[in-house]
């Protein structure tokens, strides 16, 4: 189970606008999941990356913009 606190820190960067190369390359592999389905109440969450706007994980129910940002690691983005 994933903390508070790292929600609570994804989420801080999502509304901060931060993106960095690795949530990128997250973000590539997460919209292509077979995990990722779309959430209508996630989708006014405005977010650079579009590739996952609206998209949720079927497996945790994260929002994919916020999961790709956590510290905690989806097994799909091992390398």
């Known amino acids: 189970m994933i903390k508070p606190k790292v929600i609570a820190k994804a989420w801080i960067s999502v509304f901060k606008g931060v993106t960095t190369k690795e949530h990128k390359r997250r973000s590539g592999i997460c919209k292509d999941c ?4 779309y959430n209508k109440y996630t989708d006014f969450i405005n977010d650079e990356l579009k590739d996952v ?3 949720i994980c079927d497996d945790c129910g994260c929002p994919l913009v ?3 940002r956590s510290t905690e690691i989806c097994k799909h983005w091992k390398k």
């Open 66 to 68: 916020a999961k790709i």
């Open 34 to 37: 077979t995990s990722a389905i």
């Open 53 to 55: 706007k609206g998209l």
